[in-house]
């Protein structure tokens, strides 16, 4: 699996864009892109993925560079229930049977 | 995506008993993942669970300390054997879809 590096921590304000960053410079061509974040105390969450196109849901938008070498997890309205440990993970595509590891991820913190 | 539910959510045992975690999912699943989550720190995969065969273990996990069992396609325990304070985590289980989905974690307190 290809390396991720991301902050420790960032703050935002309430109603603010969040803009998460996520360095994957070794990822290879069949790696997407996963973020997922972990509320306190519960199981981790998928948010989106994405291959080399930007993507879109209801819960963010995902910007992943062109040459692929880092992204940025985009919460566009942040609320306080946003605050939460935010991962970034490159994992091969199609490989939905693929052991996931886990970074320290980002820590997120939505200010009111 | 699947849904996943584990039983105990919470747990307080004492030092040197066991506790199995179950895991249940409300779909067929090829493979199941258990994970740690120790005080403070980020998620720790223990072993890939398989239908039918012997769970896979990462660096660090023994079969003995961590037995796996998985009799079905939709269930699977994990048991913490013989426990110390150092087992005191959260403990998940998860299976594929969207990239992965994960349970609601059973947090264990050894004292």
């Known amino acids: 699996d290809a390396k991720t590096t991301q902050p420790t921590s960032m703050d935002c304000a309430e109603g603010r864009a969040a803009n998460l960053p996520c360095n994957h410079s070794?990822?290879?061509?069949?790696?997407?892109v996963y973020w997922y974040r972990q509320i306190h105390s519960q199981g981790p969450q998928y948010i989106i993925h994405g291959l080399k196109n930007n993507e879109t849901n209801e819960m963010a938008s995902l910007i992943i560079t062109e040459d692929r070498k880092s992204s940025t997890l985009i919460l566009p309205h942040a609320t306080l229930r946003d605050t939460a440990v935010y991962y970034c993970?490159?994992?091969?595509?199609?490989?939905?049977?693929?052991?996931?590891?886990f970074g320290k991820g980002t820590l997120l913190t939505v200010n009111p | 995506s699947a849904v996943i539910s584990q039983k105990p959510s919470r747990d307080i045992c004492q030092r040197g008993t066991s506790l199995t975690i179950q895991c249940q999912v409300d779909s067929q699943v090829t493979m199941m993942f258990w994970y740690r989550q120790q005080p403070g720190q980020s998620l720790t995969l223990i072993a890939t669970?398989?239908?039918?065969?012997?769970?896979?273990?990462e660096s660090g996990f023994v079969i003995d300390k961590f037995p796996i069992s998985r009799p079905n396609l939709t269930f699977s325990t994990l048991t913490v054997s013989n426990m110390s304070p150092e087992d005191s985590s959260i403990y998940l289980c998860?299976?594929?879809?969207?990239?992965?989905?994960f349970g609601p974690g059973t947090r264990l307190t050894v004292l």
């Open positions: 993970i490159a994992l091969p595509g199609g490989g939905s049977n693929y052991k996931l590891t």
């Open positions: 998860s299976v594929s879809g969207q990239g992965r989905v």
């Open positions: 669970a398989n239908q039918g065969s012997e769970a896979t273990y």
């Open positions: 070794t990822i290879s061509g069949n790696e997407y």
